[in-house]
T-cell receptor
């Protein structure tokens, strides 16, 4: 069975510094996708970044990058130059991407990030 | 990227009543999903909304409690039936884009049952 583990319930960082949010996963599938979402206090889920298991390069989207280490089954999110607006809950998620199956996401428990001025 | 809207954004309901949540996507999408997020918890998949057929429910969720419709490729509804305070949660609609890579969420419906 697939499983996502986020071991940091809370993190804080100084404004303008970089922060890494940890995510490890467990799956027996060869083809899968990894996601990070941001959830501010308003409750919406904001898509940040996606990494496919067969993608050779680490995914990047602006200030967000995904440090994908397949052998270690980790998919850490790196936020560079933190801003006050980055304070939110962050969820790591994964899904099986075998053809023919339906693609449901499973989520980790989340990490609450606080950015301090 | 798909833009997803949900109605209502929030509601306060009495126990024993039902609420229908609407989800509209601005483009045709292959798959749509409904998730529940209980207070202080992560997201849990309720069901996959299948166009033109019955939804596929996850373990612990049943059609009588959470009937779902998906009449076309851009719209779905979730009904929370015979509500109890334990149903107080954020309900989120989600959709896969046509390339089946990125998955987007609606803004959520914050439900409180008294």
């Amino acid at each position: 069975a697939q499983k996502i583990t986020q071991t940091q319930p809370g993190m804080f960082v100084q404004e303008k510094e970089a922060v890494t949010l940890d995510c490890t996963y467990d799956t027996s599938d060869q083809s899968y996708g990894l996601f990070w979402y941001k959830q501010p206090s308003s409750g919406e889920m904001i898509f940040l970044i996606y990494q496919g298991s067969y993608d050779e390069q680490n995914a990047t989207e602006g200030r967000y990058s995904l440090n994908f280490q397949k052998a270690r089954k980790s998919a850490n999110l790196v936020i560079s130059a933190s801003q006050l607006g980055d304070s939110a809950m962050y969820f790591c998620a994964m899904r099986d991407e075998l053809s023919g199956g339906y693609n449901k996401l499973i989520f980790g428990a989340g990490t609450r990030l606080a950015v301090h001025p | 990227s798909a833009v997803i809207s949900q109605k209502p954004s929030r509601d306060i309901c009495q126990r024993g009543t039902s609420l229908t949540i609407q989800c509209q996507v601005d483009s045709q999408v292959t798959m749509m999903f409904w998730y529940r997020q209980q207070p202080g918890q992560s997201l849990t998949l309720i069901a996959t909304a299948n166009q033109g057929s019955e939804a596929t429910y996850e373990s612990g969720f049943v059609i009588d409690k959470f009937p779902i419709s998906r009449p076309n490729l851009t719209f779905s509804t979730l009904t929370v039936s015979n509500m109890s305070p334990e149903d107080s949660s954020i309900y989120l609609c989600s959709a896969l884009d046509s390339a089946l890579r990125e998955q987007y969420f609606g803004p959520g419906t914050r439900l409180t049952v008294t």
